[in-house]
């Protein structure tokens, strides 16, 4: 059974940077892609960055684009965000998700797989 368990979420300043963790579980993620996404309150859940775990291409919103970085580390079977230059809209719940795909695609709905969630949180 497939687990995604985020942390490294909290509170920063405007301009200020987090790293959020995603750890993986269940089984061998080496065709999946992994995607980070985020929804504010009375917003609909959006995509932020997407990884493929075999090749490593990445893919980002254009509202984070040159600010987030998705990473993966394979020997832990962790997905990364780093988070730099943050600003107060970035504030939202950060979701990991995994598709068993290497396609890239920025749509939820095309997902499989969720974590909990973890609250990041910038004030201006």
């Known amino acids: 059974q497939v687990q995604l368990v985020e942390s490294g979420g909290g509170s920063v300043q405007a301009g200020g940077s987090l790293r959020l963790s995603c750890a993986a579980s269940g089984r061998t993620f080496s065709d999946y892609r992994m995607g980070w996404f985020r929804q504010a309150p009375g917003k609909e859940r959006e995509f932020v960055a997407s990884l493929s775990w075999s090749t490593g291409t990445t893919y980002y919103a254009n509202s984070v684009k040159g600010r987030f970085t998705i990473s993966r580390d394979n020997a832990k079977n962790a997905v990364y965000l780093q988070m730099n230059s943050l600003k107060p809209e970035d504030t939202a719940v950060y979701y990991c998700?995994?598709?068993?795909?290497?396609?890239?695609?920025?749509?939820?709905?095309?997902?499989?797989?969720w974590g909990q969630g973890t609250q990041v949180t910038v004030s201006s």
């Open positions: 998700a995994a598709r068993p795909s290497a396609l890239g695609v920025t749509m939820a709905s095309q997902y499989d797989y």
